[in-house]
């Protein structure tokens, strides 16, 4: 999986960058097998809700949708420390 994947453009970039977090962590937490955290409709939508980690250790929520064959990004920001906890208990793994 590579950038090729991923929808990119000035409207989710900003807003991301609004949640101090850039796409290319953004895109480590969905390659590096993130926890699901469910489906949520939105005006019809499905958005898939992920949690997962950086390289950097850094635990991101990460909210996308499919746009045709490639993943939009909804909006990503920090994980609450509750769902930190629950991201490291269900990947069995500690910061």
């Known amino acids: 999986m590579g950038a ?20 290319e962590e953004t895109e480590q937490v969905l390659l590096n097998d993130p926890a699901d955290g ?11 809700v992920e949690v997962g980690i950086t390289d950097a250790l850094r635990v991101l ?3 996308t949708t499919n746009r045709e064959d490639l993943i939009r990004v909804v909006t990503a920001y ?4 509750a769902l ?5 208990r269900r990947k069995g793994q500690r910061p």
């Open 61 to 63: 929520v990460v909210i």
């Open 38 to 48: 469910g489906v949520q409709n939105h005006e019809g939508e499905e958005r898939y």
């Open 4 to 23: 090729e994947i991923f929808d990119w453009d000035e409207d989710n970039l900003r807003h991301i960058a609004e949640h101090g977090v850039t796409a």
């Open 78 to 81: 920090d994980a609450s420390a």
């Open 84 to 88: 930190r906890d629950l991201y490291f």
